[in-house]
T-cell receptor
Framework: DGGITQSPKYLFRKEGQNVTLSCEQNLNHDAMYWYRQDPGQGLRLIYYSQIVNDFQKGDIAEGYSVSREKKESFPLTVTSAQKNPTAFYLC????????????FGPGTRLLVL | AQSVTQLGSHVSVSEGALVLLRCNYSSSVPPYLFWYVQYPNQGLQLLLKYTTGATLVKGINGFEAEFKKSETSFHLTKPSAHMSDAAEYFCAVIPETGGFKTIFGAGTRLFVKA
């Protein structure tokens, strides 16, 4: 079955620690996205990538970094510079082009110890 | 800037009653419009989308939405609520003017009472 997987389901971060969230898709989509979800705020775009080896900042990129070395993979690193990382993180993918229905992974909940 | 407004962060209906979730967008040009559903601790799933053509769009699980250009609205309805419809619903827009963002509303949580 085609789809998007995210791991881990839950992640705990200690003060000053960088953590990496995994996102893999086998839908053969060119575009991938990372969103942060906080209660009552909907989804906010962190980073997106339209093609391998290229990515752009979204609305709230500070304190986060990404890479796109393979079409299937788009990992997100939450750095120690992100002072309020507790949130639900969603990865999505889509075809390129204007009509971009997004397909979402199951999410990773990040908690700070 | 393009925006999406969902009226009501929480909506409560009785089982069997009509579900109406409101969405308005700001745009002088009709965009592409979506409704997504999110069950607790899960990702979002596409319910339905409007691109061009027929303004009444049918989706999964008995939901439908009507694009009204004059009202800049895309409200989601279901004639008879079921307990399994309890979830959070997001309206989203891809601006016709381009760019690479999908703009999401803040979401409406639907509660269904027995």
């Amino acid at each position: 079955d085609g789809g998007i997987t995210q791991s881990p389901k839950y992640l705990f971060r200690k003060e000053g620690q960088n953590v990496t969230l995994s996102c893999e898709q086998n839908l053969n989509h060119d575009a991938m996205y990372w969103y942060r979800q906080d209660p009552g705020q909907g989804l906010r775009l962190i980073y997106y990538s339209q093609i391998v080896n290229d990515f752009q900042k979204g609305d709230i990129a500070e304190g986060y970094s990404v890479s796109r070395e393979k079409k299937e993979s788009f990992p997100l690193t939450v750095t120690s510079a992100q002072k309020n990382p507790t949130a639900f993180y969603l990865c999505a993918s889509s075809i390129s082009g204007t009509l971009r229905t997004q397909y979402f992974g199951p999410g990773t909940r990040l908690l700070v110890l | 800037a393009q925006s999406v407004t969902q009226l009501g962060s929480h909506v409560s209906v009785s089982e069997g009653a009509l579900v109406l979730l409101r969405c308005n967008y700001s745009s002088s040009v009709p965009p592409y419009l979506f409704w997504y559903v999110q069950y607790p601790n899960q990702g979002l799933q596409l319910l339905l989308k409007y691109t061009t053509g027929a303004t009444l769009v049918k989706g999964i699980n008995g939901f439908e939405a009507e694009f009204k250009k004059s009202e800049t609205s895309f409200h989601l309805t279901k004639p008879s609520a079921h307990m399994s419809d309890a979830a959070e619903y997001f309206c989203a827009v891809i601006p016709e003017t381009g760019g690479f963002k999908t703009i999401f509303g803040a979401g409406t949580r639907l509660f269904v009472k027995a």
